[in-house]
């Protein structure tokens, strides 16, 4: 099993519910920050423990849950500061159809309405992430009531559309609770790229020898995915072209699936030129069958075996390099041995300004890797850690090298 990403260490949590069905959710919520690295101070409305009892919170969170500013436990009577104070955001999840008027409206009748209006908008920042019926969330008072929240400062997870409690579907859900984690930590990471559009490539490809077999590598397309939503993290707006993975895509990243070289090719070279980062962590296969047998190849009995012409895919690294108008390029480079020399010498062949080298055979389908990046400076290593965390680390050192 893969490490949780400990996105949220040494961060402290607001975790504000109020009345819904989805306060159910709310329990893995506080597992889910828990597990990524954050301390979560819980803070129920009274419609909310209609939902969910404080018993159920204060054991998964470890603390005793606040939901009253009179609570005579404050040694200062002023909660609404107390948690306001220590926050490093204020997550209200899930957040009603009636919070969210009151937060719109600046009311603070309670102590998760109050604290939300005592915290220091530019300290602590307000998250919210809806949940209710989707004509509740349609309804103009609704939409108006979110549109001022965020013109306050207030930022809105979701909400998610599918099956609802009632019955009925459409938008209105309470995003997951893995989802809602994963925005917190998206969240809080810099936002690098802002504004950057940033193409990847990612996994094998697989090219086709007859129906049912092909010749493909074992490349599992993680360092690829985790580049892709560390881009996103970073504000980018990111595609990601994806060989045959079973991985799920990254939350707000665009996906094109391809199987061959050519179709990944093809899928590459028109979206290059208005991209400012291309990174190619791609294991595209060198090769194809020369020709597609129309059906399944078979054993004749005569023990003779099958031979196969080949022919060499195109480069798309290089390919994106040669474009007149092209984007800022990082290849990587899988080896066995000799891995910095093996990187500079692609550096000079296929002309990009950066490449990260790494054991292909050490890598593949794990979840840490070891870096190193080769460019016109020197090579710097980067030392082993999981993939998502090298690929934050790229993203930082991808952002230091784009023209300004
Ligand atoms: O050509 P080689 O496999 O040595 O270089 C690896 C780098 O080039 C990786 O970034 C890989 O994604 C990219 N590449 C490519 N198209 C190919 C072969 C490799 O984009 N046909």
Known sequence: MSKPDEGLAGRHIVLGLSGGIACYKSAE?????????????VVMTEAA???????????????????????AREPNSMAHI?????????????????????????????????????????????????????EMWLHPATQRNVAQAVADGATVLGPGEGDQACGEIGDGRMLEATELCDELIAFFQPKLLAGQRVLITAGPTFEAIDPVRGITNLSSGKMGFAIARAAQEA??????????????????VRRIDVRSAQQMHDAVLPL?????????????????????????????????VPSFELSENPDILA???????????????????????????????????????????????????????????GDREIPTADKLSLARTLVREIADRLPT
């Open 82 to 134: 107390n948690l306001s104070r220590e926050a490093d955001a204020i997550l209200v999840a899930p957040a009603s159809a009636d919070f969210i008027a009151k937060i719109a409206q600046g009311r603070a009748d309670e102590l998760l309405s109050l604290l939300c209006v005592a915290r220091p908008i530019d300290k602590c920042p307000l998250l919210l992430a809806p949940a209710m019926n989707r």
């Open 29 to 41: 919520l506080v597992r889910e920050l828990g597990r990524a690295g954050a301390t979560v101070q």
């Open 49 to 71: 423990q209609a939902f969910i009892t404080p018993v159920t919170m204060q054991a998964l969170s470890g603390r005793p849950v606040l939901s009253s500013q009179w609570d």
């Open 319 to 377: 390919a994106v390099a040669r474009l007149p108008v092209r984007p800022y390029c990082v290849g990587f480079a899988a080896e066995s041995q000799d891995v910095a020399h093996h990187a500079r010498e692609k550096l000079l062949r296929k002309n990009v300004p950066l490449i990260v080298g790494n054991l292909g055979p050490a890598t593949f389908g794990r979840d840490d890797n070891t870096l190193v990046l080769v460019d016109a400076a």
């Open 235 to 252: 504000g980018a707006e990111v595609t990601l072209v994806a060989g045959p993975v079973h991985l799920p895509t990254p939350r707000h």
């Open 272 to 304: 290059a030129p208005s991209q400012q980062v291309f990174v190619a962590t791609a294991a595209v296969a060198d090769w194809r069958p020369a020709s597609l047998a129309e059906h399944k190849i078979k054993k004749d009995g005569t023990h003779r």
